[in-house]
């Protein structure tokens, strides 16, 4: 049962595992009385669940099997003891599916959904609850787009509700905490996994199974979150939001990934551009690096029109301009910290807001 503090909204979730929207959302559960039993006013906050492990179910507590997005974000809510003592916590479903399907419908609705629930003035703070293996992916789209100022936190498990110490529960109650806590304004989009807070730029998933999985190798993390408190490391960089209008619909223009490797041949470039990509991110060797067949495939592609980013495969570093590949000449930007999955929806973003030339491209790489 949910605490008495916690006013909970529920969705049908649709066959495709998508909410059709505000006319199905079914009765609410209790009315919140918005102060904490010291009697301070707790901060409003919107749970979106979108799927993933965080609410995935195994028919066994210790089998390695599970399904992502079985439980709902009410169930979520329901399995954190004390979570109503740090908000007014309301909950939407937005979806409910595992992360490797994630999709720009999905995240047209979440931009929608968090939009208007600011607009209304409906919450504070909101927590997206998501599977990991994108997360990062929504996250740094999310931050892209969104106008506000208002702490919005997306946030997974490793393990699924069933498991024998499951994740999920701590996560979504620090998630909680920090989209209400008033240090987090003003920072834009956020990840909190495992007690610790990441900006959207840098944090990736660098383990398949480890709890301590997310991290932020070249920026390191925003700061830390525990039961006691919330601690950023540095002050919020102030910069204007949004930086992209969102799309009108979905999906956004093709651009592909292209991952290098040792006797890489032209084939799969030649088919990207074939199959009507407008833009290519090449996860490149080293420095963003890749074989001279595939750079001369590339150089064609960029001459044709499309947007072409150099990236790399290498999980750390910079990927910088004209160092072993003369971008200068061959008509490609470099996407510098950016990985290869963050580069494509940054290029994504810059076509469905008009870009055509490769030096804006180059320009929004480098914006932090
Ligand atoms: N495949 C799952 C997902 O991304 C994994 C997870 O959530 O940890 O939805």
Redesign the pocket.
């Known amino acids: 049962m949910l605490g008495r503090s916690i006013l909970v909204l529920t969705l049908i979730v649709g066959a495709a595992g998508l909410v059709c929207g505000p006319a199905h959302r079914l009765a609410l559960a209790q009315e919140s009385s918005g102060a904490r039993s010291d009697g301070k006013k707790l901060p409003r906050v919107l749970v979106l669940a979108t ?4 609410a995935g179910k195994a028919s066994d507590t210790s089998a390695i099997g599970y399904t ?1 997005g079985q439980v709902t974000g009410e169930d979520l809510i329901a399995a954190v003891p004390g979570i109503e003592e740090l908000a007014t916590l309301s909950t939407d479903q937005i979806s409910n599916i ?3 399907d994630m999709n720009d419908e999905v995240w047209l609705k979440l931009h929608a959904r968090i939009t208007k629930a600011f607009e209304d003035d409906e919450a504070d703070g909101i927590v997206v609850t998501h ?4 997360l990062e992916e929504t996250a740094f789209f999310l931050e892209q787009v969104l106008p506000t100022d208002k702490p919005v936190v997306v946030v ?3 393990r699924p509700s069933t498991a024998i110490s499951a994740d999920g529960p701590a996560n979504l109650y620090d998630a909680v905490k920090v989209a209400g806590h008033p240090d987090s304004q003003g920072r834009g989009v956020l990840v909190v996994m495992n007690d610790v807070i990441h900006e959207t730029r840098d944090v990736t998933k660098t383990n398949t199974t480890s709890l301590q999985t997310f991290r932020s190798p070249n920026a390191g993390p925003a700061g830390y979150v525990d039961p006691a408190s919330v601690q950023f490391i540095h002050r919020a960089a102030e910069y204007p939001r949004p930086r992209f209008e969102v799309p009108a619909k979905a999906p956004m223009s093709r651009v592909d990934i292209i991952y290098s490797h040792s006797n890489m041949t032209a084939d799969l470039a030649n088919a990207s551009v074939k199959g009507g990509a407008k833009g290519i991110v090449l996860a490149g060797v080293g420095d963003g690096n890749t074989s001279e067949v595939v750079l001369d495939a590339l150089a064609k592609a960029a001459k044709k029109g499309v947007l072409v980013v150099r990236s790399t495969r290498v999980g750390r570093g910079f990927t910088k301009r004209n160092a072993e590949v003369d971008d200068d000449k061959m008509g490609f930007a470099a996407s510098l910290d950016l990985s290869p999955q963050k580069s494509r929806i940054l290029l994504q973003l810059q076509i469905a807001n008009g870009v055509t030339d490769i030096e804006t491209v180059q320009e929004g790489m480098a914006l932090r």
């Open positions: 799927g993933g492990t965080i992502a595992g992360s490797q599977g990991t293996d994108t997974g498990s490793m």
